[in-house]
């Protein structure tokens, strides 16, 4: 069971890696692009409490993931 939420997990990441990408310079606008960057935090958060079954690195990871969509 592990193994296959690991597996998911893993895909899901690369799919949004895949969008992040290959499409994220078609969003015009700042603001736009920190929500899309927001949301892919939220989703390797997502991910990552699914294959881990809920550890708390993944909200370290949230954190560290949303501080940088701040930066861009």
Not at 29 to 37: L, P, R, T, V
Not at 64 to 69: A, D, H, N, V
């Amino acid at each position: 069971m592990k193994i296959k939420n690991l597996k998911w997990a893993l895909m899901a990441l690369a799919g949004a890696f895949a969008v992040l990408t290959a499409g994220g310079h078609l969003v015009v606008g700042d603001e736009a692009s920190a929500n899309q960057c927001a949301n892919q935090c939220y989703a390797q958060e997502n991910a990552c409490r699914r294959a881990t079954n809920d550890d708390p690195k993944c909200g370290a990871e949230l954190t560290k993931c949303l501080q940088s969509c701040r930066g861009k």
